[in-house]
């Protein structure tokens, strides 16, 4: 064949993928081509659907992310329980968040700081998942048992929802939902935050309403009390340690230094039986230079109304013992580290009543602000000459802390106040032995302003902690048959719409 012929016929042949092509093209019918461009389209619009459904958030609400307890949670389920479990986190650690977790970063890149976890992300969702479960089993025994909201309970969720808008314009957002969006992610609407909230009040109120349903007999209490008195007991008292100065050298006779420090404790033990004074001056005498300062503050060695079953092993048997006396000294070997030198007190059973008040809360958001503070003081001063204006009752009174406090309580009623639970103001105000009922007054805290009513003497101390043990003791119980073990499982495809942080 010559090579014209070859190159015409090159020309005259199409290429294999043309000729497929073309045999294809005439090979299929018009039905064939309709049936082809109609699969097409659907592919198309398939695809511009899933992306759409995607970015409004559809998958979020639509599908399962995880199993917990019988219920199927929707991502967005799982992010309210996941973003509560991060800030309540964050508040719990306050200004030493950072020591953890690194703002700028994801949590799913932050190792966990235990072999627990891999990463904190895992760590917070597996937080999410328990309270997930527990939430959901007092739930599920709340409607088994007829639990319902009260209208008290439908107007509390009302008004978080409600809140949200006002939220939403402190924080700089245009409305709830986006602010609802920014806080728990993409898909979290306004409709599955109701049910959240729903879900959460009844399993908390029903909660409540199962711990407040115990009530004991005195023998009951007085019977626990008598085989638990160091649980309950108070011993006030002061500690100093002579320790064993730390060292590297390869030489250093800890024997020798050990001998040192019991000697050092003795002295101060003997010399200071009886005399208080002689205790607080060899704290100082006794510390090291870096540390002479700390002690002379006195309050430092003070331990004040421990519970026994607190205070440390070593030491709890001479405290506890009946034969102590107020002023008694002694010092005891804390292992290979150095010597307890301890001043004992006063002992207390808690035998006596606690009280309750009423009051009217003036708030200061600044209290440095002196402006601020002075037009509180006369707002409250106007408040009590109000109240003293007129019958001056307990029941008036009330009425008065309904109208203008800033504080939450009905009535402004606090009951059975605890030491340690208030600001030491307002706490010293209470607890003033010299306090009669009726008793007014006005008193500064670092939240402003309070007009104060004493009520009158609530339980005694130490009955109020038994009962509240007791109390405790069989919620307890009565949750763990409810909740069982945790459990849960997670769907991979739903999972992949929890609002990572």
Request: hydrophobic share 35%; glycine share 6%; net charge negative.
């Amino acid at each position: 064949m010559s090579a014209s012929r070859e190159k015409k016929k090159r020309q005259a042949t199409p290429d294999a993928a043309s000729a497929q092509a073309s045999s294809a093209s005439k090979g299929m019918s018009k039905t064939g081509k309709t049936v082809l461009y109609v699969v097409l389209a659907v592919i198309i619009v398939a695809a511009i659907v899933f992306f759409a459904m995607v970015s409004t958030g559809f998958f979020v609400t639509h599908t399962v992310a995880a199993t917990v307890n019988g219920y199927e949670l929707s991502p967005a389920m799982v992010n309210y329980f996941y973003g509560s479990a991060y800030q309540s986190f964050s508040s719990s650690m306050g200004d030493s968040l950072s020591m953890f977790i690194d703002s700028s970063k994801p949590l799913d890149e932050q190792a966990y700081y235990t072999d627990e976890f891999a990463t904190w992300e895992d760590y917070f969702l597996d937080t999410a998942f328990t309270t997930a479960h527990e939430v959901y089993a007092v739930y599920e025994e709340a409607l088994a048992n007829g639990y319902t909201l009260t209208e008290d309970d439908t107007a509390q969720i009302e008004n978080e929802m409600s809140m949200l808008d006002l939220y939403a314009t402190v924080n700089g957002y245009s409305s709830g939902a986006t602010y609802l969006t920014y806080l728990y992610g993409q898909g979290c609407t306004l409709d599955t935050y109701r049910e959240y909230l729903t879900i959460s009040l009844v399993a908390t109120n029903y909660a409540s309403q199962i711990l407040d349903s115990y009530t004991y007999s005195a023998d009951e209490i007085s019977a626990y009390y008598d085989e638990h008195t160091e649980d309950f007991d108070g011993v006030t008292y002061r500690l100093y340690s002579v320790n064993v100065p730390s060292s590297d050298d390869e030489d250093f006779d800890n024997d020798a230094a050990l001998a040192e420090c019991e000697t050092k404790a003795k002295e101060m033990a003997e010399a200071s039986q009886g005399d208080e004074q002689a205790y607080l001056d060899y704290t100082v005498e006794l510390a090291d230079e870096d540390n002479k300062e700390t002690y002379e503050d006195e309050t430092y060695t003070l331990r004040e109304d421990y519970t026994l079953s607190s205070c440390g092993e070593a030491y709890r048997e001479w405290l506890a013992d009946s034969a102590r006396e107020p002023g008694d000294t002694t010092y005891i070997q804390n292992g290979d580290l150095g010597y307890y030198v301890l001043y004992f007190i006063e002992h207390t059973d808690r035998t006596y009543q606690l009280p309750n008040v009423r009051h009217i809360l003036v708030s200061v958001s600044d209290t440095t602000d002196e402006e601020a503070m002075a037009t509180a003081k006369e707002d409250a001063q106007e408040i009590l000459d109000e109240f003293l204006a007129g019958d001056a009752t307990e029941e008036s009174f009330a009425a008065l802390a309904d109208e203008k406090s800033a504080d939450s309580p009905e009535g402004g009623l606090y009951e059975n106040i605890t030491p340690g639970s208030m600001v030491e103001s307002f706490e010293n105000w209470c607890f003033d032995p010299d306090r009669q009922v009726g008793d007014t007054d006005i008193i500064e805290t670092e939240y402003g302003y309070h007009v104060m009513y004493f009520s009158g003497y609530g339980k005694i101390y130490r009955d109020y902690l038994v009962e509240e043990t007791l109390r405790n003791n069989d919620y307890t119980a009565w949750e763990s048959e409810v909740i069982g073990e945790t459990s849960y499982t997670t769907n991979a495809f739903g999972m992949r719409f929890i609002a990572s942080r």
